[in-house]
């Protein structure tokens, strides 16, 4: 059988920590698993991210398994996604699966996807999100419960 096109198992994974008194700004890359219980202003690619609960993010996360307990603010690609109670999430959300606790906060689009690890380069890109001159303008509709957002564009 060839090992090579199998994906690392959980148990041979590193697993890395940024402790609470540690901020960090630029971006993070691992090739385990990594505990953010700190501060991060940047981008995250790993294998697995545990926002812990006293966590900070601010910057763009991809990795195979995100769980989010403290704040998160960007935009995630990943195959699983879990938002726990209590977490504040802002972000835009690509995922295969994605669990919602109740207590969560997320302001956000959650966008489904069987490819949510491949980028985009509106996703990854560094720049803001609001950039003047755009020509499209968001309506957002209440689901459920739950904010969806529709995109209509302008026409002169």
């Known amino acids: 059988m060839d090992t090579s096109t199998r994906a690392?198992?959980?148990?041979?994974?590193s697993i890395s920590t940024i402790a609470e008194d540690l901020t960090i700004t630029g971006n993070v890359t691992s090739k385990g698993e990594l505990h953010l219980h700190g501060q991060v202003q940047g981008d995250i690619r790993c294998v697995s991210l545990v926002l812990g609960e006293k966590a900070q993010l601010e910057g763009n996360v991809v990795a195979q398994d995100v769980i989010v307990r403290g704040r998160l603010i960007g935009s995630v690609r990943a195959l699983t996604v879990t938002l726990e109670a209590n977490s504040h999430v802002e972000a835009d959300l690509f995922h295969k699966s994605l669990s919602l606790e109740q207590g969560t906060h997320f302001d956000g689009d959650?966008?489904?996807?069987?490819?949510?690890l491949s980028s985009s380069p509106e996703v990854c890109s560094a720049e803001p999100q609001n950039q003047k001159g755009s020509e499209s303008v968001k309506r957002h509709e209440r689901v459920n419960g739950f904010v969806r957002t529709?995109?209509?564009?302008?026409?002169a």
């Open 110 to 116: 959650s966008h489904p996807s069987e490819d949510s």
């Open 8 to 13: 690392p198992e959980s148990s041979t994974l």
């Open 150 to 155: 529709l995109g209509e564009s302008l026409s």
